[in-house]
């Protein structure tokens, strides 16, 4: 098997390091500060289970309960929830950018999500926007798999991470917009608009967002 270039794995191995120090850092940073607001509002709903809540669709509560069942109600649970969410999004981002456009460039996509306010600060928080990019990036990463191994299985996958992400914000669609775009943008791949698996697929995903 071929050994990968040096700056491959120097890439690699600098995303891995940027991982480490942000869980550590972020982690133990959110330990040693309150609560905010928002999060202690959500830790509240995740109490009470419910389809929907008066300000948003009902995934961040269904998320903080599933953290808080494995580690209890606790703030460990939330700064757990939260950074364990976010280190997956960077792994997703990088997996997709390296398929696309090579190692350097994920890691540097990874590195330039990592400097925003969301993802560095904003990190210590567990909300809304952190399940939303999570399953956002997932449905992304599997119509982009799905498309380019034309395995149909990926599709579905996508599907079900869309209508996850619409359960956390409306915001989603515009992951939708974006894979419209994809497809009409380039006359070749218009035909995959009809391909029955990816119109049950949007099928799946309205399914997922009934609640």
Known sequence: MPQPPKSDLFYQRAFYGLLLLH?????????????????????????????????????????????????GQNQWALEIGSQVLTLLSFGILFLLARDLFGTAAAFWSVLALELTPLFMLGSIIFTIDTVLVFFYLSSAYFFWKGYREKKIGLWYLAGAALGLALLSKVTALLVLVSFFLFLVLEKSRRKILLNPHLILALFLETIFMRP
């Open 23 to 71: 869980g550590v850092l972020w982690f133990s940073l959110g330990m040693f500060l309150d609560l905010h607001p928002d999060e202690a509002d959500h830790w509240v709903w995740s109490r009470f289970l419910s389809w929907g809540y008066y300000e948003h669709p009902p995934m961040i509560a269904w998320a903080i309960r599933f953290f808080t069942t494995l580690f």
